[in-house]
């Protein structure tokens, strides 16, 4: 399978959470992702996002390749995605966050040019779970604080893995939280509103860049709720998912 994958940040997309603080202004590479570890190919035409991002009732625009908002760099494109090229994991709810599959696919018309500006980075393996405190950075243009200003710059954020048994507990996110979620950050950096749909990114072993998690949904009580860490799409629960959505609605020469 050697079709890539791009992770879709969007800035409208509002979901209650905590928010992210600047670490560096760098992350132009954490919104590409690819399908197929060790197979990144320039023909990546496929946005990984969450379910909860995705509007059936209109067209949405998709810019590759952004960093400042105020300011055009030369290096965005710009896609416009009727309905019949978004699709969205057939168990999602969209009255219920928590129950989780808040994941989606978006396809794009044409493959996105590769650059210094937009790389890609890898899905990790089927059924990978991180241990507790790995190191990962989450991304967007979400909220600042709760309440706060959205940035014009792309912001990103250390975001510690918090482990499946520590996130369940019960004075912590208890059952709200699946097996098929994974929990990073807390009480100092978070998501924030306006962050979903973006990458948790985590480093392997061979040094490439993984996207572990879709930012979800966060505590409703506001910015960096101490045991409320935030939440993302695990998204090694649904490889098989994009591979088959890939395999099923990719056109005739390009996946």
């Known amino acids: 399978m050697n079709g890539d994958l791009l992770i879709y940040i969007r800035r409208t997309c509002n979901q209650s959470g905590v928010s992210l603080k600047l670490l560096e202004a760098s992350a132009k590479w954490l919104i590409q992702i690819s399908f197929s570890p060790g197979k990144v190919s320039p023909k990546g035409r496929w946005i990984l996002t969450a379910a909860h991002c995705i509007n059936f009732s209109r067209t949405n625009r998709v810019v590759v390749g952004e960093f400042d908002l105020a300011n ?63 190191s990962c950075y989450a991304s967007g243009w979400g909220r600042l604080y709760t309440g706060g200003p959205y940035p014009d710059i792309l912001q990103q954020a250390l975001l510690p893995v918090v482990d499946y048994d520590h996130c369940t507990q019960r004075d912590w996110w208890g059952a709200t ?72 609605n990719s056109v005739s020469g390009f996946q």
Request: with cysteine; charged share 15%.
């Open 72 to 134: 055009e760099e030369g290096a965005e494109e710009i896609f416009l995605i009727p309905s019949e090229d978004m699709f969205v994991h057939q168990s999602w709810n969209s009255v219920c966050v928590a129950c989780g599959n808040d994941i989606a696919l978006i396809r794009l018309p044409r493959p996105v040019q590769i650059s210094d500006k937009v790389q890609l980075s890898c899905l990790p393996p089927a059924g990978e779970l991180l241990p507790n405190n790995f």
């Open 177 to 248: 939280v699946k097996r098929s979620m994974v929990c990073a950050g807390g009480d100092i950096r978070s998501v924030c509103n306006g962050d979903s749909g973006g990458p948790l990114n985590c480093q392997g072993a061979d040094g490439r860049w993984y996207v572990h998690g879709v930012t979800s949904f966060g505590s409703g009580y506001g910015c960096n709720t101490l045991k409320k860490p935030s939440v993302f799409t695990r998204v090694s629960a649904f490889n098989s998912w994009i591979q088959q959505t890939i395999s099923e």
